[in-house]
């Protein structure tokens, strides 16, 4: 005990708390430090000596990867909290010190980034012009593990991902369909009684394996007859797929409102066939633990007025 207490007080670093989060998210040594920037030995050295200043085990080796100990668990759960005041605090001080009222960084995915931000953004300008905003694009589990951090305050993601952690906080906004979208002058616009199975015999543009939505797309065209090509690409890029679209007789699959800006753009066609009951469930994600300032909460408010006024439920 009184080791523990000594340790505690005299040697424990912020980086020991990061490495506990991160070896925690991702269960895996080789995935936590390129996510830290720093090496694998690094990494296997700072958890050795945390562990052995505290004379207790935190992470078993196993062949579903490291696995926090009872300890292990216990350490994680207050390391967040810890993090998270930190990264309160330190958000606090910047806006203090800039003479603004607040600071929100807003974590989002590529589907609602020309739909909901753009219009969100001039809407604050407008009406809280002290107020800045950090916006972070990316796939769900990447903006998830930086709630968890204290590096986003709010996550505009999908909510029909698997089961988020009780730490998590949700409020559904809209459902968003999936369509099928090809390049302007693709040789299926024309096409007469256009039917699902006339896709297979083109290239495709898909979402990552990782990606939510990748498996239900998937198991959407088996089951109309489509023969998945194996010509394709998998991105989470909504420019890359675009530009692979522009370029190939690729067919891809983005939300409405993505699809619908590009089209408006003269960028791609909208091909006539419903993907019945395919769609992202866009819904707003915090880290329920964490205490917002009345101006973020808000702000949280302000984002679901954005989507009413946008008619996009």
Not at 85 to 112: K, N, Q, W
């Amino acid at each position: 005990m009184a080791k523990i207490d000594q340790y505690l007080r005299s040697n424990l670093k912020l980086r020991h708390l990061q490495l506990l989060v991160t070896l925690d998210e991702f269960r895996h040594i080789g995935k936590a430090a390129n996510y830290l920037n720093v090496t694998q030995p690094a990494i296997s050295k700072t958890l050795a000596d945390f562990e052995e200043g505290l004379n207790v085990r935190l992470f078993d080796r196993t062949t579903r990867g490291m696995l926090p100990t009872e300890a292990g668990v216990c350490l994680v759960k207050h390391a967040k909290k810890i993090l998270n005041e930190i990264a309160f605090a330190r958000d606090e001080l910047v806006a203090i010190s800039e003479g603004r009222a607040t600071r929100i960084a807003i974590g989002l995915l590529p589907a609602v980034s020309l739909s909901i931000l753009p219009n969100f953004v001039a809407r604050v300008e407008n009406e809280m012009i002290s107020t800045s905003i950090s916006a972070r694009e990316g796939s769900s589990d990447v903006l998830l593990s930086l709630l968890r951090t204290g590096e986003l305050d709010v996550m505009i993601g999908n909510l029909t991902a698997k089961p988020l952690g009780i730490e998590f906080r949700t409020k559904h906004l809209y459902k968003d369909p999936i369509v099928v979208v090809v390049k302007k002058g693709h040789p299926l616009i024309e096409k007469q009684e256009l039917d699902w199975k006339d896709l297979s015999n083109f290239p495709m543009v898909l979402p990552p394996e990782f990606a939510t939505t990748r498996n239900v797309i998937e198991e959407f065209l088996l089951f109309n007859r489509v023969n998945l090509s194996r010509r394709y690409v998998e991105s989470l890029s909504t420019l890359t797929n675009i530009g692979v679209l522009q370029e190939t007789e690729s067919i891809g699959f983005l939300s409405r409102q993505v699809a619908e800006y590009f089209k408006k753009a003269n960028l791609v066609d909208i091909l006539p066939l419903n993907m019945k009951n395919i769609y992202i469930d866009i819904g707003l994600v915090w880290y329920a633990e964490r205490k917002l300032t009345p101006s973020q909460q808000n702000i949280i408010f302000m984002l679901e007025e954005t989507v009413n006024k946008s008619n996009l439920k």
